[in-house]
Nanobody, 132 residues
């Protein structure tokens, strides 16, 4: 059973930065992809970024965050990160870490991060609020 615990959320002003962390335990052989999602009030949960843990850590980003956010992981610490720079008020949301079994999830042919139903395990979320 994969367990995910996010941290690092908070309140920042527009243009600021935050780094989210996701402590991962219980990796299984069927875990091939890690991702970050976000959900703003009244909106659907959307994929922000994903990393293919089988393939040299290839990454893929949503168009809205490309160039501002960076997903990475530290195997030694069993931790997934999301570095968020140049934050905007529209980045305000609950951010979730997720793990799934889809192979080649960072393939650019998918057109962006895979949808939430491709992920099996979820953290509890961490709130990010960006003020103008």
């Amino acid at each position: 059973q994969v367990q995910l615990v996010e941290s690092g959320g908070g309140s920042v002003q527009s243009g600021g930065s935050l780094r989210l962390s996701c402590a991962v335990s219980g990796y299984t052989d069927s875990t091939h992809c890690m991702g970050w999602f976000r959900q703003a009030p009244g909106k659907e949960r959307e994929g922000v970024a994903a990393i293919d843990i089988d393939s040299d850590d290839s990454t893929v980003y949503a168009a809205s965050v490309k160039g501002r956010f960076t997903i990475s992981r530290d195997n030694a610490k069993n931790t997934l990160y999301l570095q968020m720079n140049s934050l905007k008020p529209e980045d305000t949301a609950m951010y979730y870490c997720a793990a799934g079994g889809t192979l080649d999830c960072a393939n650019t042919g998918w057109g962006g991060p895979l949808p939430q139903y491709e992920y099996n395990y979820w953290g509890q979320g961490t709130q990010v609020t960006v003020s103008s």
